[in-house]
């Protein structure tokens, strides 16, 4: 039969000797990792003498932290020797970690040994190295900004995307950057957030498209702020404002370019009729 010349990876095949030569290195290497295997689990873990200098924290089914416990906390630009800038990345990391005396209070001053104190030029070499003005596309979304100096290290940065285009900034409690100024920025997605007011938002200028899905924000009240940009496209779904009364009249009537309100296109229905209600509120006197 045809299947019995077909030659499998794993057929043996017979040397000039007669031994079986296919996939010996194969076997062997598998006998050796069944050895270690089972050499492993009949002999006692056996712990670093330096367990207790490596840190507290880490997950007590292993034996030892992991090689990247000491880096937990360091930005991307603290780990030395490479070439990587702030423009080049997509999803970075830019939540500093935690101060010296909170790392001595978690136990964690392991860590510090990673720091060092830096100076002015090192401060201005980092700065270079973020490169944040020629990003154009940055993904700052989920940055666990807990305390205030991280939420002060994240506005810092948002200050310097004077280039971006699209930006997400999803789910990091953000609850005012009114003081922002994007000016080059298409496309902004800030989800999930704690916005009140369209007045909390950045200065976006030529904005496209703005998802605000799932954040508080109550009324329409200064949603004609964006009159005049280039607005197309816009998403409130799951904020409060949604269930106002002729909700989408009133948004398409602030917004004359406005095309896409929550993933809908304009209808017919959506352009605001005279207020025909009025005439019938007034008073004749004969």
């Known amino acids: 039969m045809l299947l019995n010349k ?4 794993f057929s043996p095949r017979l040397s000039s000797s007669g031994l079986t030569t296919s996939n010996q290195k194969f076997f062997k290497s598998y006998s050796s990792c069944c050895s270690i295997l089972r050499d492993a689990h009949n002999s006692p873990l056996v712990l670093p003498q330096n367990r207790g200098t490596l840190g507290q924290n880490w997950d007590p089914r292993l034996p030892f932290p992991l090689p990247s416990d000491s880096f937990k906390y360091l930005g991307w630009c603290d ?12 999803c970075p990391r830019v939540r500093e970690g ?5 790392l001595f209070f978690r136990k964690e001053e392991h860590t510090l040994k990673r720091r060092k104190q830096v100076t002015d030029p090192e ?16 993904n700052l979304s989920f940055q666990d900004l807990g305390d205030l100096y991280q939420v002060e290290n994240f506005k810092r940065i948002l200050r310097r995307l004077i280039r971006v285009e699209k930006l997400w900034l999803v789910d990091n409690s953000l609850t005012d950057l009114s003081a922002i100024r994007l000016p080059r920025c298409r496309e902004l997605n800030v989800n999930k957030n704690h916005f009140t007011s369209f007045k909390q938002l950045p200065k976006i200028p030529q904005i496209q498209h703005l998802s605000l899905a799932e954040n508080n924000i109550t009324t329409l009240s200064g949603i004609s702020d964006f009159r005049h940009t280039p607005l197309e496209s816009l998403v409130l779904k799951r904020n409060p404002c949604e269930f106002q009364e002729r909700y989408r ?18 209808l017919p229905e959506d352009c605001s009729p005279p207020d025909v209600s009025f005439f019938f509120r007034m008073c004749t006197i004969l």
Do not use: M, T, Y
């Open 6 to 9: 077909i030659s499998s990876p």
């Open 79 to 90: 780990i030395e020797e490479h070439g990587v800038r702030g423009n080049q990345l997509l």
């Open 98 to 102: 935690p101060s010296e005396e909170e």
């Open 123 to 138: 401060k201005w070499e980092k700065r270079l190295q973020e490169n944040w003005e020629n990003c154009a596309e940055l």
């Open 249 to 266: 009249q009133l948004v398409f009537s602030n917004l004359p370019n406005l095309k896409i309100l929550d993933g809908i296109p304009k």
